[in-house]
């Protein structure tokens, strides 16, 4: 399967990608405290350690730990890792504190050290004064990231509490409006040509709907957050997105909510509407994601006797292929970092409902539809050495039975 999908896409040469900053001269950083090595530790506990929360937050850690927040250091996420490693030999070893801006925030100028490990870490959220992304959210990760000086954490409640062992405040607006916060690294990346990489944030404002980010990705889960709170429910932080259809303890259903599927079967015509629910592109974020829509008809005996494709998607099915493709000055396919041009972008379009039709043999009975996700493409998998992990092959997650 792997070497078969790999020729169906000889043809995108190296689709590997990652998602970049631009080199805009930086803006010098307001922030209230610019290290949080600068911060004083408030009586005793380190704000940049997850686990000493535990004791008195233990289900907000213990779901953030199975998020890849937690493991968005390069030692913790294989495919962040490679990437980091391939470009750092092409651009040079000074890369590595520009990716940790966003992949280890709290201590982005060491990217080995003990706090930059944690990740996104709960200190990089809430230990925060303000989140101030510039014109055109150019400050991104760290640099919009204003840290708190004493260690103070905010969260989306007014908190007066005495019985907590750090400084805490008022509810802080860049939580409660439920996207600042994720604007921040989010937003949108150029790479240094100017060609749009990540986009996430631009897709939700072109989105009709009012879902905020935290709506969707933290979502109101049962149960208190902890020993110390009060209330019957709290917000998850397992951060859902694609990852999870390769996490040890799966949630298919929220992979499955990103899709509605409708399809019909007439004579000869297949017709399928994939609507996009999510309020950002489908797939969103990282450049090298790819979704493969599979359709294969089956006969009365249950026998496959037609399908979309076999194993050269972006040859016999290119409609059936929601991905991006860039091309270098001389129109060969390239890295999204070091691409002029974006020059194939099918992936849904916020609340787009797309209709892809197909001629099928009278002899079909009903059709299995399913939507197959990719974090990277084949050609990109073997440029980053992953061959034969897990998080390199494809994983179905929406499906649908279309009868006649
Ligand atoms: C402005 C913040 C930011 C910076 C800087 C940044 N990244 Fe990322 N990176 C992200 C986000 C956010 C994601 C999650 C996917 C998405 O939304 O694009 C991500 C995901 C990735 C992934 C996909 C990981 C996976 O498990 O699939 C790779 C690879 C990656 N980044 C590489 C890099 C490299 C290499 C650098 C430095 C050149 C870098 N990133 C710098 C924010 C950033
Ligand atoms: C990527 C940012 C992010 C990270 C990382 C993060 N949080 Fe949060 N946290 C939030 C947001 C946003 C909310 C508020 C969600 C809402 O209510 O709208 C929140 C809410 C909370 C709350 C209030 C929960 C309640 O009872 O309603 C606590 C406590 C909390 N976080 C603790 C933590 C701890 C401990 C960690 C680390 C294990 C952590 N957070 C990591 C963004 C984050
Ligand atoms: C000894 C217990 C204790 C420890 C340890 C602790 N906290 Fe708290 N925390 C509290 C209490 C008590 C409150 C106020 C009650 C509440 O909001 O649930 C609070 C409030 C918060 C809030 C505001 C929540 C809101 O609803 O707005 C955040 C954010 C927070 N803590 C984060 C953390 C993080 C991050 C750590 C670890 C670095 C941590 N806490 C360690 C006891 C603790
Ligand atoms: C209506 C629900 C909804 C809203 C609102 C929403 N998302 Fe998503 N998001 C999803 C679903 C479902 C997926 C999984 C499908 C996919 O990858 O596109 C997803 C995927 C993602 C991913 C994974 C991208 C990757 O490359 O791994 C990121 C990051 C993300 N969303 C961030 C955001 C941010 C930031 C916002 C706010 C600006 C937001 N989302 C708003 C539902 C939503
Ligand atoms: C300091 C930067 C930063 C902030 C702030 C941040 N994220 Fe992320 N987020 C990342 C990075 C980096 C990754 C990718 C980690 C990796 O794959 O290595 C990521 C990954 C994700 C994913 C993808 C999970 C998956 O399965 O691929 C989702 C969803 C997500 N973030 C949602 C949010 C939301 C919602 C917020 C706001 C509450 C937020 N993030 C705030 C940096 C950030």
Known sequence: MRTSLLAAFAALALLASACDEDEAPAEPSESVDESPEGAEPHAGIDVDDPSVCAGCHAEVVR???????????????????????????????????????????????????????????????HALEGVERGEGGRRRGAKALQWSPNGRLRGPHDVTSDAAPHPVGEAAPW??????????????????QGAPTCTTGTEHQAAAGDGTCTHCHMPEVAGPSGAVSTRGTHRSHAFLGPHTLWA????????ASAVALEGTLEGEALELRITNQTQH?????????????????????????????????MQQDPDAVLNKVYHDAEGQPILPPYGVELV???RL??????????TVPEGVQKVE?????????????????LEGRPEAGARPFASLTVER
């Not at 390069?74 to 992949?103: F, Q, S, V, W």
């Not at 939580?175 to 240094?192: F, K, V």
């Not at 040890?248 to 259903?253: D, K, N, R, S, V």
């Open 281 to 313: 592109a489908m797939p969103s974020g990282f450049p090298g994601r790819m979704v493969l829509v599979r359709a294969r008809g089956l006969d009365a005996e249950g026998e496959v006797v037609w399908q979309n494709f076999t194993d050269a998607p």
């Open 344 to 346: 194939r972008d099918t």
């Open 63 to 125: 779901e953030w730990r199975g998020s890849m927040h937690a493991s968005a250091h390069h030692d913790a996420d294989p495919i962040y890792g490679a990437m980091r490693t391939l470009r750092m030999g092409r651009e040079g070893a000074e890369l590595a504190t520009k990716c940790a801006n966003c992949h280890g925030p709290r201590d982005p100028a060491n990217p080995d050290s003990a706090v930059a490990r944690q990740g996104v870490s709960c200190a990089t959220c």
């Open 369 to 385: 539809v399913a939507l197959i996700y990719r974090l990277l493409p084949p050609p990109a998998v073997e440029a980053l050495g």
């Open 175 to 192: 939580i409660t409006d439920g996207e600042t916060l994720c604007l921040a690294c989010h937003g949108e990346m150029t790479n240094a």
């Open 349 to 358: 379009r916020p609340d787009e409902t797309r209709t892809l039709r197909w």
């Open 248 to 255: 040890e303890e799966p949630e298919p259903a929220f992979m």
